[in-house]
């Protein structure tokens, strides 16, 4: 029973499209992110919700909007989509605000913009 | 700007033997440290963390040394299992570890080769 899961693993699109990520956890955690790992590899946080509130937002471009109908549930929405966005996606929860050493990561979506 | 930096992206090591991954840092702000350990097609999982109040952490065959004044810090893995193949995580923050936001490096792969 994977505690956080994220759909679909891999999501193939041209450019101008709009595609959305979904994330799930089933933890009963408070806190959910989105991050994302670059062609450089790097992991950089992109959002933070605490109990469907929006508390980290890291200067991402307003096509990126994330929507969390509950604290179970961040799914990211992309907007107008661009090469640059290619990237891997991970959705993650951790059971409070600060509790870095207990954040638990999907298995990540792979995005690529054609 | 490269906050985090793990200068080496790849290590291979003989099973037994010891791993030494390497990690440095130039925000002198960070005060908590983090390891994450990534498999292939899946997310980071926590391994393991120092405060800066301390310059060694020990769980088992994993050891993490600090050493502020060159803002350095190792993950040593004794004795190397095959099992260790994965690609692992430096990551910092700043508020003793109520802060976040982590801040991550690009990874080291580490291969134990049987």
């Known amino acids: 029973d994977t505690a956080v899961s994220q759909t679909p693993k891999y999501l193939v699109t041209q450019m101008g499209n709009d595609k959305s990520i979904k994330c799930e956890q089933n933890l009963g955690h408070d806190t959910m992110y989105w991050y994302k790992q670059d062609s450089k590899k790097f992991l950089k946080i992109m959002f933070s919700?605490?109990?469907?509130?929006?508390?980290i937002n890291e200067t991402v471009p307003n096509r990126f909007s994330p929507k969390s109908p509950d604290k179970a549930h961040l799914n990211l929405h992309i907007n107008s989509l661009e090469l640059g966005d290619s990237a891997v996606y991970f959705c993650?929860?951790?059971?409070?605000?600060?509790?870095?050493?207990?954040?638990?990561f999907g298995s990540g979506t792979q995005l690529s913009v054609l | 700007d490269q906050q985090v930096k793990q200068n080496s992206p790849s290590l291979s090591v003989q099973e037994g033997r010891i791993s030494i991954l390497n990690c440095d840092y130039t925000?002198?702000?960070?005060?908590?440290f983090l390891w994450y350990k990534k498999y292939p097609a899946e997310g980071p999982t926590f391994l393991i963390s120092i405060s800066s109040i301390k310059d060694k952490n020990e769980d088992g065959r994993f050891t993490v040394f600090l050493n502020k004044s060159a803002k350095h810090l190792s993950l040593h893995i004794v004795p190397s299992q095959p099992g260790d193949s994965a690609v692992y995580f430096c990551?910092?923050?700043?508020?003793?570890?109520?802060?976040?936001?982590?801040?991550f490096g690009k990874g080291t792969l580490l291969t134990v080769n049987p």
């Open positions: 925000n002198s702000m960070f005060d908590y």
């Open positions: 993650a929860s951790s059971p409070y605000q600060g509790a870095n050493e207990k954040l638990f």
């Open positions: 990551a910092a923050n700043m508020g003793g570890g109520s802060n976040y936001k982590l801040t």
């Open positions: 919700y605490n109990n469907k509130e929006l508390i």
